[in-house]
């Protein structure tokens, strides 16, 4: 079956620039994480959600960031007035219903963006 | 938040063994370990929920201590294939986050 899908795989933009990160979860999971991820580092949480509802965006830096999940499948990661410190992989993971950090994750191939 | 993964850097030969360490300061209610290679997503590797256990497969077993909030991973008779870096990843007690660790570069050599 098919994995976790993002969309676009990269991205350069403009210091100032809006940008929209895609993330298409496996069929059937019902959690979905935002990560991000420099180089060197691991994966830094932003966001969890369980089904349409973010059930916990502390990990969101500032209000520049902000995600949706309107009918509880595909997510999409906003950015507003992006920084070069933004510059990063994006990475989003899907997981079968239950609780968080209960079961397994499945990762995208990330989204790199890049703020010039 | 982040948990502190020891050591940082560990280069084997083909065939030896190794261990990886995960400390949280945080009460957990599971523990997480993925490997991931450069260039490439993380890859899920095992999991541990409170309550003590060990698991494994093949050569790779893991361990959680929750009293302690500490996780080792144990790689035996590695293989080339076994490079890469490792994080654990922690849910705590209470509360939907999830936070990976510092990570562990893995070099296994012929």
């Known amino acids: 079956g098919a994995g976790v899908s993002q969309t676009p795989s990269n991205k350069v933009t403009e210091k100032g620039k809006y940008v929209e990160l895609r993330c298409d979860p496996i069929s059937g999971h019902t959690a979905l994480y935002w990560y991000r991820q420099s180089l060197g580092q691991g994966p830094e949480f932003l966001i969890y959600?369980?089904?349409?509802?973010?059930?916990?965006d502390s990990g969101l830096p500032n209000d520049r960031f902000f995600a949706v999940r309107p009918e509880g499948s595909v997510s999409t990661l906003k950015i507003q007035r992006t920084e070069r410190g933004d510059s990063a992989v994006y990475l989003c993971?899907?997981?079968?219903?239950?609780?968080?950090?209960?079961?397994?994750?499945?990762f995208g191939p990330g989204t790199r963006l890049t703020v010039l | 938040q982040q948990p502190v993964q020891s050591p940082q850097a560990v280069i084997l030969r083909e065939g030896e063994d190794a261990v990886i360490n995960c400390s949280s300061s945080k009460a957990l209610y599971s523990v997480h370990w993925y490997r991931q290679k450069h260039g490439e997503a993380p890859v899920f590797l095992m999991i541990?929920?409170?309550?003590?256990e060990q698991k494994g497969h093949d050569k790779i077993s893991a361990s959680f201590n929750e009293k302690k909030q500490q996780s080792s991973l144990y790689l035996t008779a590695s293989q080339l294939s076994y490079s890469g870096t490792y994080f654990c990843?922690?849910?705590?007690?209470?509360?939907?986050?999830?936070?990976f660790g510092t990570g562990t570069s893995l070099t296994v050599i012929p």
């Open positions: 541990l929920l409170k309550g003590g």
């Open positions: 990843g922690t849910s705590p007690d209470t509360g939907n986050q999830f936070y």
């Open positions: 959600f369980q089904g349409t509802g973010a059930a916990d």
């Open positions: 993971a899907s997981s079968p219903p239950g609780l968080a950090g209960v079961n397994e994750q499945f």
